[in-house]
């Protein structure tokens, strides 16, 4: 069984979770942006094309961007999502290939179509990006240079193709490049965050959780409990005699037996167990949904494990430890004052003999 501390730290949770939050949100932002200057370009066109009296296009453009107008409101109003990009894509490939075929006002839409590579690496990202762009991109080129291609009335000259595609294929590389190092970078702050995270709530020695992240723990759990109505325990444990080991045999085999002892402890609990390194040769577990029984039990489990080590070893050690346990529920003292009954107990443990567990 393992404490479920290393593989589920919540703090590191919350912080690779807000920087893909943060990620969404930059991706909307794009396609709010996106969206303005869709519906600014089509307007723009619509009223050009009613200059001109393009009726039936002045009015298919302005169509178009009374719907972009409202699928900007939509997604301003109902908030993050991950639909937003596609919503969006949808919206921008439709106007693409609309302005591609028809040639928008004068033949001027491709000037404005080439708008979609930066739309699409932004909403999508580099790797999924890019092959849409692809893929667009040899749709373009069958449009542009297949005979009587239907339904494209545009009139463009052979040398005006030719140089679309490859500013499309170049604009796309470009932007390609850019975001990839861009997604690089967050990578890299992704990992670094996390080291971060690790580091400032692990104890570097044991691997359990520090005592930072065991206070942090109990504060969490303690506020849960009391919307919750449930019960919790809470074991101190200390090694008995440990400064005599430690001084007898060096701090490099005291530092093995708290690993040792450690990798007991983690080995023994259950999942949503939080098992920390309180200090020096101190153990600190948290025990969800637990009463002083169960806890009592466990701790008992726990010091003729630890006991057996003795064994393990070449340097005639005894090693023991002393349990103190108290229970908190939602209507108990606040968690420091039953670290201090749990400490207390500890002692009156190690007081009746050591290598007990004292519940009461």
């Known amino acids: 069984m393992h404490s479920g501390y290393n593989k589920q730290n919540p703090t590191l949770c919350t912080s690779v979770e807000e920087m893909r939050q943060i990620d969404l949100r930059r991706r909307i932002l794009a396609a709010s942006y996106m969206l303005i200057f869709a519906m600014a370009v089509t307007g723009a066109m619509a009223v050009i094309a009613l200059s001109v009296t393009e009726i039936l296009q002045a009015i298919t453009l302005s169509v178009v961007a009374v719907i972009i107008l409202c699928t900007y409101v939509i997604i301003n109003v109902s908030g993050p999502s991950e639909k937003t990009p596609l919503l969006v894509g949808g919206l921008l490939l439709a106007l693409y290939f609309y302005l591609l075929l028809t040639g928008g006002v004068n033949n001027t839409g491709l000037m404005w179509a080439v708008m979609l590579v930066p739309g699409f690496i932004n909403l999508y990202g580099y790797k999924t990006g890019t092959v849409a762009l692809l893929g667009i991109g040899i749709a373009t080129a069958c449009v542009l240079f297949y005979p009587e291609f239907p339904g494209f009335t545009a009139t463009y000259d052979t040398a005006y193709r030719a140089r679309f595609i490859a500013v499309f294929g170049a604009l796309t590389a470009l932007t390609a490049l850019l975001d990839s190092s861009r997604h690089q970078t967050q990578q890299l702050l992704e990992r670094l965050t996390g080291e971060l995270e690790k580091n400032a709530s692990t104890d570097a020695l044991t691997g359990l959780a520090n005592r930072r992240e065991a206070y942090r723990a109990i504060h969490d759990l303690e506020h849960r409990n009391r919307e919750l109505h449930s019960k919790y325990v809470i074991l101190i444990g200390d090694l008995d005699n440990f400064k005599t080991i430690n ?14 002892v450690a990798r007991v402890l983690r080995d023994n609990t259950r999942a949503g167990d939080i098992v920390a390194r309180w200090g020096g040769e101190e153990f600190l577990l948290l025990l969800p949904n637990a009463d002083v029984r169960g806890g009592s039990l466990l701790a008992e489990k726990l010091r003729r494990r630890v006991e057996t080590l003795s064994r393990r070893y070449v340097q005639p050690v005894k090693v023991s430890i002393s349990f103190g346990v108290v229970e908190g529920n ?4 606040p968690h420091n004052q039953l670290l201090a009954e749990a400490d207390k107990r500890m002692y009156c443990a190690k007081n009746s003999g050591r290598n007990k567990v004292v519940a009461a």
């Open 330 to 333: 939602s209507r108990s003292c």
């Open 247 to 260: 001084d007898t045999y060096g701090h490099a085999f005291g530092d093995r037996i708290l690993q040792d």
